[in-house]
Structure formats: C-alpha cells, structure tokens
C-alpha cells in the first residue's frame, strides 16, 4: 500500500485473523466489497462466516487484521458505534425482540436516526412496506412465521438508515416460493442505493443477486471473482466436495 | 392524551380519601401505600421498563431518606431542599452502582446480587456512622408546618404524596413513550440485537438507573418526612427492596400502573390478613409470599395478566 488517499473498496477485510482458544476461526482474510453492489460471502458450514460477520460488526474483535469502511479503521468499535456509521447486520438465529409488535421492533431500529416516536413509527411503517411486513405490523414479533422473522430481520436493520448491511443467512430455512419472495426484497435494496454483504447458503439467490462472490473455508478465502467464476473453480469445487473432487467430476464430464 | 386520563382519574379518586375518610387507620394506610408505589415505580423503570432485576432498591430508599433527614438535622437545612438533594444523592448512588455493575458486564442474577450487597453494605455502614445516629437511628424534629414539609393532617400529607406518585406515573408514561424507553425495552428483550440496531446498551442502562435510583430515593425521602423517624434497618433495610420489586411482579412489570396495583393489593391483603388474625407477627409477610409464588407460577406471571386470561378463556 502506498498509503496516500483512501482505499478505494467501500468495505475493505484486510488480513483478519480471529482465534477463540485453539480454534482459528478466521485465518488471514482479505476482501473487497464495492460500493452499491451485491457481494456474497459463501463457503461451507463452520468456514468461519458468521465469525467474519461478527468481526467486521464489531460483535467480536479480531485477533489480528483490519477493518475499513469507506477508507476510515473501523476494527474493533463498538456495534452501536458501527450501526451509527451506517452499518447495519442481522442475525443468522433471528433476534426479535419477542415481546414487541412489529412496529415497535421495527421503530427501535428507527429511533438511531430519529427521536420522536411519532417518526420512528412512520419509518417504521415505510420500511415494513419495503420488506412486505405492512399487513403484519401490530402482529407480535414472537407470532410470525419463520419467514415473517427473517423479514423483520431485514425490516429493523433497514430502519437504521445504513450504508452497508450484512445479511446473515436471511434466506436459510425458507421455502423456494418463500426465497423468490425474498431476492426482490435484496434487489430492492440495492437500488436504494444500500450496499449489501450477504452469507448465503442458496446458491440459486447468489447467482442471482451478486455480482462478485467470496469464498471462505476453513477460515481462508479461497477464491474470489463472480458467481459464474467461483462455481467452476476448483478449488471451490473440491472445499465443498472434498479433494479431488474436480478432476473426478471433469473427469465424469469428458468421458 | 388518552392514556393520560387513567392517570388523573386515579389521582383524582385517591385525592377524594382524605374528604371522605377520617380515620387516621386508613389514612395511614394510604400515605404508606403511596410510599410504596413510589419506590416500586422507581425499581419499575430499571426492573420492568430495562429488564434488570435490582434487589437492593434500598440502597436508593435509604440513601433518599438518610440525605434528607441528615441536611436538616445535622446542617440545619430546610425540608425541602434537603428532600431535593436526597433525589440527587440517590440518582448519584444509582449511577455508581450501575456503571460498577454494568460496565463489567453483570445481568440477570448476578447483578441482583451486587445491588443486594451494596444495599446490605450501605445497612452496615448507616449502622455504625455517626452521621446517621447509628443504631439508635435518626429522629428529624417534629415541627407540623408546610414550610418544613410536615404537616399537621395526614390527608394533606396524602395528597402530597399523591402528587409525587402521579408525577412518577407520568414520567413513566413519557419514558415508554420515549426513544430513552423504546432502547430501554430492546435491551430488556434481546442486548445483541439491541446493540446491532445502535443501541448503546451501557449509556441506556446508566440512564434508567439513575432515574429508577432517583424515583425509588424520593419515596425513602417521603418516608422520612412522615415518619420522621429513621434507622439502618429501615432506611437500608431489605424489606424496602423487596417491596419495591413485588409491587411491580405482581401488578405487572413493565406497566404504568403496575407498581401502584401492585402496592395497592400486596398492601391490601396484608391489612386485611393482620386485621383477620390479629396478632401473628409477620403474617402479612406469609401472604406476600403466597402472592408472588402463585403470580410467578402461573404465566403471564402478573395479575392484570391473569384476568385478561380469564376473559379470554
């Protein structure tokens, strides 16, 4: 790095390490997410994903590595310092605040930005339009379907007006009409000018919504490039289906 | 404004008291309650509003009640700034005790028992003093006059202490109605969620704390002024907390009128109960007890919830 001007990726991942014990959970990563794009962080289960997520939101401090948003050290701050910056996550197991209705989950969200309730109800009522929560709005929070909750998941971390918002698996447990649901939902949010860092299992939304993929296994980014471009990768090939798993199945499709 | 009307409604029928009743039995029996619902709606905010489970409201009580008896005994203050300063000196014991207590990360049981173990400190502490009389307590002059904050008829002094709980119920309902009570709720609900939406969870805790302290401190300044009398084991006393956290478990935590409800009844049985069987010591005790074990056993775990089951079933 020469070290004159920012760096010019909206989110900058450079060379984070986080360790719990003797589990490396994250081993050295690095990764670019551009501005007002879609990128997906994909990998197997227990590649450290979710551990990237909680680093880069300030649920967890890495080990070692560093962090930038828009070109300004973001490692290690608080979450609520972060969501004020503009950056909003949601969680992969959903956390609605149970006892709350909709509205009022959504509007805690909105209270980042606005202090009278009279607005962060109406911020609240907008964004649940967005997401398709509108007809659900006075429902309790702990009354909604598992989709119902992904999509207050989404709904409060919107309300906090951000820049960049990491989705943590929002379409994990869902049924395929309940996914084509979702993705214009993703579109949707992307087009009002919001970037968006997704780990997702779904490999049809992926190909889908973004535009450049990262993959993580066993801690380590792997590959990177578009979807078309990590799917035919061997290397990504063989970390989901073991080694050598390439070649015998080029080797299945030359014969 | 409609959910202002319960509020004067219920200030307006209790104000009626001292115009109908004249037995000082009943009168006592009130201005008591009203004490009571006071520091219950002060351990409401942090308990009910925010979620954290203080046993040890006494520290607030009793701090209130010594700071107020303690500027106009030993310093010659008048009444009523000294009961102002002991609402600041308990919001100031309220905001030390929970930035050592939450800074570090404490919830859930463990902070119960700290903020017991501070209020037994400070018990051991006015014990001994001599600042606070010590064991033989504290005894404020009596001098029946409004300018000294005493007055000569109980019903007036109801209908200050009326004022006062009024005031906290309206201050609550603007904290609910609040972004300080809408955070204070998500954090009760769910700190990491909380958090991820720009809650800063410690600040929000300092904040309802200090207010619960300073609430809770006014009633122990209350008392101090009826009574007019103090010592350790009343000021910083555990019954004190343990009144300010079933008032408000069993009128429904996290409500308005919980805590008034909730004094109202606890204090209702327990008057009955003594004046039924007469001379067993404690006996009103023994039926808080029952209270709270049938209020926590059966969910939702609070009466107004209890009856809106029955009328749905």
């Not at chain 1, 590959?223 to 390439?246: F, I, N, R």
């Amino acid at each position: 790095m020469t070290g004159t001007g920012p760096d010019p990726a909206f989110l900058a991942v450079r060379g984070v390490t986080k360790r719990f014990g003797g589990l490396l959970a994250v081993n050295d990563a690095t990764f670019d997410v551009g501005e007002g794009t879609i990128t997906g962080l994909i990998g197997p289960n227990g590649a450290g994903k979710t551990t990237l997520f909680a680093v880069v939101a300030g649920f967890e401090k890495p080990t070692s590595g560093m962090v930038m948003l828009e070109g300004e050290d973001i490692t290690g701050r608080k979450p609520h310092e972060l969501a004020r910056m503009g950056l909003a996550r949601t969680f992969q197991i959903v956390q609605p605040f149970a006892g709350l209705t909709v509205r009022e989950n959504i509007a805690v969200g909105a209270f980042l930005r606005v202090a009278k309730r009279s607005a962060a109800l109406e911020v609240a009522e907008e964004v649940a339009t967005q997401v398709g929560l509108a007809d659900q709005l006075d429902k309790p929070a702990a009354a909604l379907t598992v989709a119902g909750r992904k999509r207050l998941e989404v709904a409060r971390a919107l309300a906090t007006r951000p820049k960049l918002l990491l989705l943590d698996e929002v379409l994990a447990g869902l049924n395929p009409s309940e996914v084509r649901d979702i993705v214009p939902v993703v579109q949707g949010i992307r087009a009002s000018g919001i970037t968006v860092l997704m780990i997702e299992h779904v490999m049809q939304a992926v190909m889908n919504l973004c535009s450049q993929v990262h993959v993580l296994a066993q801690g380590r980014i792997i590959c990177s490039g578009t979807p078309a471009e990590v799917v035919a990768a061997p290397q990504v090939v063989e970390a989901y289906l073991g080694h050598g798993a390439a070649k015998r199945l080029q080797g299945a499709t030359h014969a | 404004m409609k959910a202002v009307l319960p509020i004067l409604a219920f200030a307006v029928l209790m104000g009626l008291a001292p115009l109908m009743v004249a037995s000082n039995v009943v009168l006592n029996f009130l201005v008591f309650t009203l004490i009571i619902a006071l520091a219950a709606q002060g351990w409401n905010l942090l308990g009910g509003y925010g979620g954290q489970y203080s046993f040890g409201h006494a520290a607030f009580f009793g701090t209130g009640a010594y700071v107020t008896a303690i500027l106009q005994v030993r310093y010659g203050m008048n009444a009523y700034p000294a009961f102002t300063a002991g609402i600041g000196f308990a919001a100031l014991v309220g905001l030390v005790i929970g930035f050592l207590a939450f800074r570090s990360g404490l919830r859930g049981s463990y902070f119960a028992l700290v903020t017991l173990a501070f209020a037994e400190v400070f018990r051991v502490l006015a014990n001994a003093a001599e600042m606070t009389g010590g064991a033989a307590g504290i005894l404020i002059r009596l001098q029946a006059n409004p300018a000294n904050f005493q007055f000569a008829e109980r019903g007036t002094f109801l209908w200050v202490a009326l004022a006062l709980v009024t005031l906290a119920l309206l201050a609550t309902l603007a904290l609910e109605r609040s972004r300080l009570g809408a955070q204070l709720v998500a954090v009760r609900e769910n700190e990491a969620a909380a958090q991820a939406l720009g809650v800063d969870v410690l600040a929000v805790k300092l904040r309802a704390i200090t207010l619960s302290a300073a609430m809770t401190g006014a009633a122990g300044g209350l008392y101090a002024q009826y009574f007019l009398y103090l010592d350790a084991n009343i000021a910083y006393g555990t019954w004190i907390s343990v009144e300010a956290l079933l008032a408000p478990i069993v009128g429904g935590a996290g409500t308005v009128f919980g805590p008034v409800l909730g004094a109202v009844i606890l204090h209702g049985l327990g008057e009955a109960t003594k004046s039924l069987a007469g001379s067993i010591p404690g006996i009103d005790l023994v039926i808080f007890g029952i209270v709270l074990i049938l209020v926590v056993r059966f969910p939702p775990r609070d009466l107004p919830g209890l009856l809106r089951l029955r009328r749905r079933a």
